[in-house]
């Protein structure tokens, strides 16, 4: 028990200063130039975007003259940038706090490999269209927020999605990864219930939902299911995941009003050891529901709220 409330104090006093100005500006340009050349490359992005669209089964011009939106795109807009290379009409790039360093933008696209890009994304756009929109974001070198709202990406941070979207225009993709995990309890269903009144009539979205204690993710990844539900505060599930499990999020999913709900993939953690003591307000089936450990949801609108839109 010392030792649990110990954690808690040097989370808060850690919080402190995190919440820092100078700290953030630091912390955020540091992070995100090393972000730009490694995870949130650009081919990399455009890899995942692909295994994610060939698992929902969507495949040529998906996203041609769509309009997209992306939830938590973070410090580089990555993803967002994808969307832009796949013909995206227009893309909705958010975030509940303004993360985005335009200055490492460059650095994530002239730091990938383009054939991989090429490659990864031709099944869903003619290559040729593609390659001259690399091109052009190769030859912008500063990618500022004027610049990409050219390209037709807007950028809107900080917003919160549980009490409003970011325009009233319907939406034609919904996208997100690792980011619902962070989303407050409380606010996961308003949020959901909000994308889902927004969705064009052959609209889907698309969530990759990480599960496990972002703490410490690959040492120890269910360490936070030893804390009580009155000591894990809204800023604790923000920054170390909100502790919901796969069971819970199928039942979430499939309480949304005219959403029909998909789970196309899990992978579970079976290599780490679970806490001897799992405290009361984890909900949770068995131990299998506890490992899992990533999920993958596509949401579509039912055929009677096609009917409807």
Known sequence: MKNLVKSLLDERIKSTIRSSEVYQSLYNKMHSSKLAVAGKRLDICANEIAIYLLQAGKEKYVLRDKICLEIGSGW?????LV?????????????????????NIFKAVSKSVSWSI????????????????????????NLSVEVLQDLGIEYSAPIDLSQKMPSEEKLDFIFSKSVLEHVPVK????????????????????????????KNSNEKPFD??????????????????????????QQI????????????????????????????????????????SHIGVLGELTPLAKVKS
């Open 224 to 249: 936070f299911f030893i804390y009580q539900e009155e000591a894990y505060s809204r800023e604790l599930q923000s920054r170390w995941g909100n502790r919901i499990r796969r069971s819970q999020w």
């Open 76 to 80: 580089l807009l990555t993803h967002s």
């Open 187 to 214: 606010d996961v269903v308003p949020l959901l219930e909000n994308l889902v009144s927004s969705l064009s009539e052959d609209g889907f979205m698309f969530h990759l939902i990480h599960l496990v204690d972002h």
């Open 118 to 141: 090429l490659d990864s994304l031709c099944t869903f756009e003619d290559r040729d269209i593609i390659r001259f929109r690399l091109n052009k974001l190769l030859s912008l070198k």
């Open 253 to 292: 999913f499939s309480n949304l009003k005219n959403l029909d709900s998909k789970f196309l993939f899990e992978w579970s953690c079976n290599d780490r050891e679970l806490p001897e003591k799992i405290d009361s307000s984890i909900q949770y089936t068995d131990e299998e529901d506890l490992r899992i």
């Open 83 to 103: 969307f832009y290379l796949l013909g995206a009409k227009k893309v909705y790039a958010t975030d509940v706090d303004p993360l985005l360093q335009p200055e």
